[in-house]
């Protein structure tokens, strides 16, 4: 597959230390593509940037909310929604839910697989969001209680580009490009740390490489690539 080539290094790096994994299902009765016990990713990430940096940060977060217009603040908060079908401003009015179950399925599954991971980090770190931790940042864009790094909406955009850009590489360039504005979105929406965001896209790539050779998300994936060929009307 085209990102399993570009990331081989990476791949053979993170399959000596977790083995492959198996779709299974979690307390919850989700089914995820990987199991936080098969590997620590914080191993990977390294931790977030010390109060210094995360004051720089804050000031340059500062002096975006002060540029924001309405527009972007509108913008960010409807990026709240995880979801790739808030990639259709990419993919086309034929890229909606209840025309691709199988997609849908794919997706909501690398969902559950990114959340289940991001929480190792949430929880070893346990870094304060930025209102938290300085108040004159004014959020716009929802957020949780949960830990700030990594970020969660970084980590499931770019596995969702990743997963969706090998499915449609005629749309490659836009979806990264639409990935890239998610995690730009949480900055510009005051709940994440630019350091948060670049995490996140660690993250995404370590599981879109470690779920490879999972034989239930190589059949979910090889289904829900033709289903959504197939509605896109591509060969």
């Known amino acids: 597959?085209?990102?399993?080539?570009?990331?081989?290094?990476?791949?053979?790096?993170?399959?000596?230390?977790?083995?492959?994994?198996?779709?299974?299902?979690?307390?919850?009765?989700?089914?995820?593509?990987?199991?936080?016990?098969?590997?620590?990713?914080?191993?990977?990430?390294?931790?977030?940037?010390?109060?210094?940096?995360?004051?720089?940060?804050?000031?340059?977060?500062?002096?975006?909310?002060?540029?924001?217009?309405?527009?972007?603040?509108r913008q960010a908060a409807q990026d709240h929604e995880q979801s790739v079908f808030r990639f259709a401003d990419v993919m086309g009015n034929k890229f909606q839910r209840d025309r691709l179950p199988l997609t849908t399925r794919l997706f909501d599954t690398l969902h559950e697989t990114g959340n289940a991971m991001e929480k190792q980090g949430k929880k070893k770190w346990r870094r304060v969001r930025p209102p938290v931790f300085d108040t004159r940042i004014r959020p716009v864009a929802r957020y949780s209680a949960s830990g700030s790094y990594p970020s969660g909406h970084a980590t499931f955009s770019f596995l969702a580009a990743i997963v969706l850009a090998d499915m449609v590489p005629e749309k490659s360039e836009r979806i990264f490009t639409r990935a890239r504005e998610f995690g730009e979105h949480r900055v510009m929406g005051g709940v994440h740390y630019p350091s948060d965001i670049a995490a996140g896209q660690r993250l995404a790539t370590l599981i879109a490489v470690l779920i490879q050779q999972n034989p239930a998300f190589q059949q979910d994936y090889a289904a829900a690539r033709a289903e959504l060929r197939a509605a896109l009307e591509l060969q």
């Not at 995360?54 to 500062?62: H, K, V, Y």
């Open 1 to 73: 597959m085209y990102f399993i080539r570009k990331l081989g290094g990476l791949a053979l790096l993170c399959w000596c230390a977790a083995g492959w994994a198996q779709g299974s299902a979690t307390e919850t009765d989700s089914w995820i593509y990987l199991e936080p016990t098969q590997i620590d990713s914080t191993r990977f990430l390294g931790p977030p940037p010390d109060a210094a940096a995360t004051r720089r940060e804050i000031d340059a977060m500062l002096l975006m909310q002060e540029q924001r217009t309405p527009e972007q603040a």
